[in-house]
């Protein structure tokens, strides 16, 4: 099973900025499209962020557009989450995976549910 390694999340004000990232060690994550999802408690996990293997290749949901910038640094094989304007919706535990296409209409999970342990980000004053 592989394993995702998540990072960055902790406790940040309303109005503040996190940066995740992420880490699928034994794999070099330029060969694949890679999603950010969420889960709050009560909620259904939901793709936030993901980018395709051409780094343009993006999509976000509503929410957090012009917030959030999901980008990849091939020379540390980590994809990140850089969340500025915080708010207290988008606290969540956060989630990559590389089963990941990009599409018009969202961020489309595909694997076998191999999720690792993600990182809570916690938006409150």
């Known amino acids: 099973q592989v394993q995702f390694v998540e990072s960055g999340g902790g406790l940040v004000q309303p109005g503040g900025s996190l940066r995740l990232s992420c880490t699928v060690p034994g794999f070099t994550l330029d060969n694949y499209a890679i999603g950010w999802f969420r889960q709050a408690p009560g909620k259904e996990r939901e793709g936030v962020a993901c980018i395709g293997r051409i780094d343009s290749n993006t999509y976000y949901v509503d929410s957090v557009k012009g917030r959030f910038t999901i980008s990849r640094e091939n020379a540390k094989n980590t994809v990140y989450l850089q969340m500025n304007s915080l708010k207290p919706e988008d606290t969540a535990v956060y989630y990559c995976?590389?089963?990941?296409?990009?599409?018009?209409?969202?961020?489309?999970?595909?694997?076998?549910?191999?999720w690792g342990k993600g990182t809570l980000v916690t938006v409150s004053s």
């Open positions: 995976a590389k089963d990941t296409i990009v599409l018009r209409t969202g961020c489309r999970y595909y694997g076998m549910n191999d």
